[in-house]
C-alpha cells in the first residue's frame, strides 16, 4: 500500500534552474496539498487542489506554480529557482473534509532540494 | 487569523519520565485538532484527531486532550523509539490545516 510518493527524494539546482515536484497517491482523494518545511519555521502551505484540474493558493505561494490534472497526480513546478527555496517540500493528501468527521492529510515522506 | 502555538520548542526526558507537550490555540470556529507525530526524514504521521473540549484520545503511551483554547499531548513513561517531532494542527471550516512549529521530543535511555 503505497500511500503518498513523492519524486525525487533529494535534488540540487543551480540558481535559475526549473523543476517539477511529482506527488502522487492511490488512496482516492480528494484533496491535495504541497506544504515546504523550514527549521524554526514548521509547515507553511504553499498550494492545495480541492479536486482534479483546480488549484488555489496558501500561505507561501510566490515562486511556485501547481498542476492537477489527473485525481491522484499533484505537481509542484519551480520555475526558476531562488536559495530562498532550499527547504523541505512534502506532499499530502486527504479526502473531502465534509460536514461531518474530518479526515487527516496524509504524507508523503518529502523532497529535499538544495538551491545553490 | 489563525494561530497556533507550540510548547516547549525542545524536550529532553529521561525514560520513563512522564510529562506533556501543549499546544495553544486562537481560531474562530474550530472544528477539529489534530496531533502528528514526525520522525527525522520522514513526513508528519497522524496520532489523534480531538473534536470538542473535554475529548479525550489514547494511544498506547499517548494521551491527548483538548480544551477551549488548547490541547495537550501526555506521555507516560516514555521509551526512547518515542523521540521525535509531534505536530498540532487545527481546522476550521473547510480551510487548510494551520500547523504549530512542533515539539522536538527526545528520550533518553
Known amino acids: 500500500n503505497a500511500g503518498v510518493t513523492q519524486t525525487p527524494k533529494f535534488r540540487v539546482l543551480k540558481t535559475g534552474q526549473s523543476m517539477t515536484l511529482l506527488c502522487a497517491q492511490d488512496?482516492?482523494?480528494?484533496?491535495m496539498y504541497w506544504y515546504r518545511q523550514d527549521p524554526g519555521m514548521g509547515l507553511r502551505l504553499i498550494h492545495y487542489?480541492?479536486?482534479?484540474?483546480?488549484?488555489a493558493k496558501g500561505e507561501v505561494p510566490d515562486g511556485y506554480n501547481v498542476s492537477r490534472l489527473k485525481k491522484q497526480n499533484f505537481l509542484l513546478g519551480l520555475e526558476s529557482a531562488a536559495p530562498s527555496q532550499t527547504s523541505v517540500y512534502f506532499c499530502?493528501?486527504?479526502?473531502?473534509?465534509?460536514?461531518?468527521?474530518?479526515?487527516?492529510?496524509?504524507f508523503g515522506d518529502g523532497t529535499r532540494l538544495s538551491i545553490l | 487569523e489563525d494561530q497556533v502555538t507550540q510548547s516547549p520548542e525542545a524536550l529532553r526526558l529521561q525514560e520513563g519520565e512522564s510529562s506533556s507537550l501543549n499546544c495553544s490555540y486562537t481560531?474562530?470556529?474550530?472544528?477539529?485538532l489534530f496531533w502528528y507525530r514526525q520522525d527525522p526524514g520522514k513526513g508528519p504521521e497522524f496520532l489523534f484527531t480531538?473534536?470538542?473540549a473535554g475529548e479525550e484520545k489514547e494511544k498506547e503511551r499517548l494521551k491527548a486532550t483538548l480544551t477551549k483554547k488548547e490541547s495537550f499531548l501526555h506521555i507516560t513513561a516514555p521509551k526512547p523509539e518515542d523521540s521525535a517531532t509531534y505536530l498540532c494542527?487545527?481546522?476550521?471550516?473547510?480551510?487548510?490545516?494551520?500547523f504549530g512549529k512542533g515539539t522536538r521530543l527526545s528520550v533518553i535511555a
Open positions: 487542489s480541492v479536486g482534479e484540474g483546480t488549484t
Open positions: 494542527a487545527v481546522q476550521t471550516g473547510n480551510t487548510p490545516l494551520v
Open positions: 480531538l473534536y470538542s
Open positions: 481560531v474562530s470556529g474550530l472544528r477539529g
Open positions: 488512496m482516492n482523494h480528494e484533496y
Open positions: 499530502a493528501s486527504s479526502y473531502y473534509p465534509g460536514q461531518g468527521s474530518l479526515q487527516p492529510q496524509h
